[in-house]
Every structure is written in C-alpha cells, then in structure tokens.
C-alpha cells in the first residue's frame, strides 16, 4: 500500500491563480479530511469527507472546496489564491468516520502564494 | 471549545534520558486522544491513540496515559536516542454537532542530543 498520497510536494502561486491539491489513498477508507498548518497555529481542519458524494465544511473552509466522486481521491481546490493561504496542507484518511481509528497523513504539500 | 495545549514548547535533552512531554485539554468529553509523531518536511505519524475508556497505551519505548478527569496526558519516551528527535503533536478527538472533531495542540520540539 502506498497509503496517502499528495501532489505536488510544493508549489508556488501568484495571488488570485487557481490550483487543485490532489490526494488519494489505496486503503479503502471512507474518512477523508484536509488540513493546513501553520507556525504557531497547528493543524486546523479546512474540509472533510465521510464518503464518495459527501463532503462537509471544517474549521477554515473559506477559500477552498472540495469534492470526493471517488472513495480513492479527495482533491482541494483553491478558486483564487490569496496570500493568507500560504501554507503546509495534509490530507489525511482513516477507515472510516468511527473516532476510535488512527489518521494516516500524507507527506504534504508546501504552498506559497505571491 | 476544545483547545488542546502542549508543554514544553521545545526540549532538549541528552541521549539515554528519559523524558515527559505533556498535553492538556479543556473539555474532558472526549472520544479519545493521539499521540503524533511529525518530522521536519514529514506529515504526521501516529504513534499511540488511547480511547477515552483507557487509561494507558504502550508502545516500545514509548508510553502514553490519559487522565480525561483532570485533561491530561502525558507522553513518556524511555532511555531516548537522537533517532527520536521530531515534533510531537498531542490531538483530541470530541463531539461536536453530531459529528467528531479532531483537535490539535501545537507541539513540543524535541531534540535528543549524542
């Protein structure tokens, strides 16, 4: 298993461009969420997923949206890139919505908006 | 509102000591509490994840407690090696709107000195 997955590892924006963070995990699980962290704030959660076609808002969802057609993937879209959005985000999945599983995180992607 | 807090925010320690860091949260209504593991540039590993019902979990060196009457936790690592220098991240899971939320302290900088 390669476990969770994001692309690109880093990327660079400029202000009001637009990207797509991908994830994808081969674990079969129905929980999927994002996060972002930042210096002296830990991680917050931007949005989550209980499963294929349901999506729900976390903490800090403004800015961005998702959408899971596939219980594989959970991408994250940034419709307009602002500077505040500079940051470390993580996907991260577990079997399913039960709180007693482990989150299993990806490695991260680093971005930073000019 | 859940908050989760982590003391020390750094710590530096010689090699072969044994050590405690510490996590605390507000409300004890909780479904359970991990323990992470993230090095620089890394995502998150779990390492130790104590349902509410528990009052301990164990792994190797490592030894996590919980005590959700007073909102503690605490993290011990036996007879340390500089392999175990990394952030550790303390996250509570709880209620909140029929759902379940995780939430994050921000961590204690361990460095394990040879």
């Known amino acids: 298993n390669a476990g969770v997955t994001q692309t690109p590892k880093f990327q660079v924006l400029k202000t009001g461009q637009s990207m797509t963070l991908q994830c994808a995990q081969d674990?079969?699980?129905?929980?999927m969420s994002w996060y972002r962290q930042d210096p002296g704030m830990g991680l917050r959660l931007i949005h989550y997923?209980?499963?294929?076609?349901?999506?729900d808002q976390g903490e800090v969802p403004n800015g961005y949206n998702v959408s899971r057609s596939t219980t594989e993937d959970f991408p994250l879209r940034l419709l307009s890139a602002a500077p505040s959005q500079t940051s470390v985000y993580f996907c991260?999945?577990?079997?399913?919505?039960?709180?007693?599983?482990?989150?299993?995180f990806g490695p991260g992607t680093r971005l930073t908006v000019l | 509102k859940q908050e989760v807090t982590q003391i020390p925010a750094a710590l530096s320690v010689p090699e072969g000591e044994n050590l405690v860091l510490n996590c605390s949260f507000t409300?004890?209504?909780?479904?359970?509490l991990q323990w992470f593991r993230q090095d620089p540039g890394k995502g998150l590993t779990s390492l130790l994840l104590i349902q509410s019902s528990q009052r301990e979990q164990t792994s190797g060196r490592l030894n996590a407690s919980l005590d959700k009457s007073s909102g503690r936790s605490t993290l011990y690592i036996a007879a340390s090696q500089p392999g175990d220098s990394a952030t550790y991240l303390c996250?509570?899971?709880?209620?909140?709107?029929?759902?379940?939320?995780?939430?994050f302290g921000k961590g204690t900088k361990l460095t394990v000195n040879p």
């Open positions: 996250a509570v899971s709880s209620p909140q709107g029929g759902s379940e939320k995780l939430v």
């Open positions: 674990m079969n699980h129905e929980y």
């Open positions: 991260a999945s577990r079997r399913d919505r039960r709180s007693t599983d482990t989150q299993y």
């Open positions: 409300d004890s209504a909780i479904y359970n």
């Open positions: 997923s209980v499963g294929a076609g349901i999506t």
